[in-house]
Nanobody
């Protein structure tokens, strides 16, 4: 069984920064992709950023240049550094793990950006 535990969400003013962390435990395949998705009220869940064990990254256009994803393969953790936060970044952020033939989701952590 795989578990993903997120931390680091909270309330921040526009222009501020937050760092999200996700720790994966359980039967994790050595080659995988970890990432972050978000879902704002009334909207569909969308990709924020993802990173492979080889360090290849993908970002949503809306966060490029502001967010940075990184990972520690030895600890099975993924971080999302979010800078220059905007009101529209307010959402529940979900950690995601992809392994061959399966994927897993965390429970989510709320990020609220205020004016």
């Amino acid at each position: 069984q795989v578990q993903l535990v997120e931390s680091g969400g909270g309330l921040v003013q526009a222009g501020g920064s937050l760092r999200l962390s996700c720790a994966a435990s359980g039967s994790i395949f050595s080659i995988n992709v970890m990432g972050w998705y978000r879902q704002a009220p009334g909207k569909q869940r969308e990709l924020v950023a993802r990173i492979s064990t080889a360090g290849i990254t993908n970002y949503a256009d809306s966060v490029k240049g502001r967010f940075t994803i990184s990972r520690d393969n030895a600890k099975n953790t993924v971080l999302l550094q979010m800078n220059s936060l905007r009101l529209e970044d307010t959402a529940v952020y979900y950690c995601h793990l992809e392994i061959p033939l399966r994927d897993y989701w965390g429970k989510g952590t709320l990020v609220t950006v205020s004016s």
